[in-house]
């Protein structure tokens, strides 16, 4: 018996009416794959909820018991599927349907004439929802749509999004005149919307309309202070501009790349459930943002000394502001730190064996992160003084690196010769900074094929120690 069936099953006995309605419905007939399932139940939606968790041996969740909405949540196979569960808002379904956010979302089906085969036999769609899915329509169902739940604002960008749709004119200037509403939701709410956003392949024109609409500078204000700002000969757009470029450019490369093991590597969680390839975006968003406080006029160029540095301590408040967890904040303050440091590498005409050493040390598991990140920067760089030689070499100084990364993750790890044991027992020396200093350069000489046994690693500690 399958969830629909159970469900079916439980309506009957408490003789209850129960809708699907909303994203899985619309996502049905777009063919696109779906785990979350809502229901919209006569009465008694939290009752219904608790049996069938207790039905399936789920989770159940309490969303909300002032206006009765449950959830539950039931892994099945690689998916996590999340039923949730509500009372009807009105006496109706038909006016319930009046009263959420858009048209497409308005998708209806009788649980109770359910064939799931057949679902466009039994669909309710008293609000035009299956003409703005074949059109491709994102369309609020009332002008009080976002009024009634400021949310929806970011959710017609995150449906731009996932889905590819165009947001109709009248909506998204209703989006642009209530976009202050947003301040009344909160950031956890905002956030998930936000990554929906940078999950997707559409993230570079969402964030274009979201700024357009002025809900980006709603929701991230730091972002502003990026536009206008020239950069000098190097570059052929302000720092704003550039920097949506490079998410551009980064969708662009990874749409093109034939690389397994980077398709693996940026759909790897960080936390919160949010993947490499979608916190990489955010990144490229940001890596420049020191730039504007940075920025100084030098002889006869403008410098940015340190706006990496700068760039860090923005995203920090960023990231606190979104909520994200510490996990989370580092790596974005990890890449802006980090997003010159290919460049310099690609300074020199060939690497040696401690460049490349030294780099993936500091970088360790977001090493790949820094070198695509560092890629989409420079495909987004096109000034006058900037050339095909200086691009091409860049692009093969960092795809070298990403290989020697490959490679090594797919090399046994060296044993230790000595650990902070031996620096105390043999030198005698007191745990200290100089212990890291020595491990690390000892781990160097190691990694190079300089040194192989213990005897040569501590002529290496007793050396350092002196």
């Known amino acids: 018996m399958n969830h629909f069936e159970i469900i079916q099953t439980l309506s009957r006995r408490r003789k209850l009416s129960v809708y699907v309605v909303g994203g899985f419905v619309r996502d049905w007939f777009l063919n696109r794959s779906g785990y979350d399932v809502d229901f919209t139940v006569s009465q008694d939606a939290l009752g219904l909820a608790r049996a069938f968790s207790r039905a399936i041996k789920g989770t159940f969740v309490l969303l909300d018991e002032e206006h009765p909405c449950g959830r539950v949540v039931k ?50 769609k008293p609000q035009g929802g299956l003409k703005d899915l074949k059109n491709k329509t994102v369309r609020m169902v009332a002008t009080r749509a976002f009024v009634d739940d400021p949310l929806r ?10 889905l590819g749709f165009k947001i109709e004119a009248k909506t998204f200037k209703q989006i642009q005149k209530d976009v202050k509403l947003i301040h009344n939701v909160s950031m956890e709410r905002i956030r998930e919307e936000w990554f929906k956003a940078l999950s997707s392949s559409r993230t570079f024109e969402t964030i274009v309309m979201m700024y357009k609409a002025g809900l980006l500078q709603e929701v991230i204000p730091q972002l502003t202070v990026m536009e206008g700002v020239y950069q000098g000969g190097y570059h052929h757009l302000d720092v704003w501009r550039h920097s949506l470029e490079v998410v551009r450019q980064f969708e662009e490369l990874m749409e093109g790349t034939g690389e397994p093991f980077i398709k693996e590597y940026l759909q790897q969680e960080i936390a919160g459930g949010h993947q490499r390839y979608a916190l990489l975006k955010f990144a490229c968003l940001l890596h420049d943002i020191g730039k504007p406080d940075a920025r100084q006029q030098g002889v006869g160029r403008m410098t940015f000394y340190g706006h990496e540095h700068v760039g860090a301590g923005i995203t920090r408040l960023i990231a606190k502001q979104m909520k994200l967890s510490v996990k989370e904040r580092h790596f974005l303050e990890d890449m802006v730190i980090w997003h010159l440091r290919p460049g310099y590498l690609s300074n020199f005409k060939k690497l040696s064996p401690r460049m490349v050493f030294r780099f993936l040390r500091d970088t360790k598991e977001e090493a790949v992160s820094v070198l695509l990140l560092s890629l989409a920067d420079e495909r987004a760089t096109r000034g006058p003084l900037t050339t095909k030689a200086m691009h091409d070499h860049h692009r093969k100084i960092c795809w070298d690196v990403i290989h020697r990364f490959i490679d090594a993750k797919n090399q046994k790890p060296l044993v230790r010769l000595i650990t902070g044991h031996d620096l105390i ?26 040194i192989s046994t213990k005897v040569e690693a501590m002529a290496i500690a007793k050396k350092i120690a002196k």
């Open 153 to 162: 604002l970011m959710r017609a960008f995150s449906l731009l999004a996932q």
């Open 75 to 124: 892994r099945k196979g690689r998916h996590l599927w999340t039923f949730d569960f509500s009372n009807l808002r009105a006496a109706t379904i038909e006016r319930d349907l009046r009263l959420r956010d858009f048209t497409i979302n308005t998708l209806c089906i009788n649980l109770g004439d359910i064939d799931e085969n057949r679902w466009d036999k039994n669909i309710i």
């Open 425 to 450: 027992r043999r030198l005698k020396l007191k745990p200290s900074p100089l212990f890291a200093k020595i491990l690390t350069s000892v781990q160097e000489a190691q990694s190079l094929g300089k």
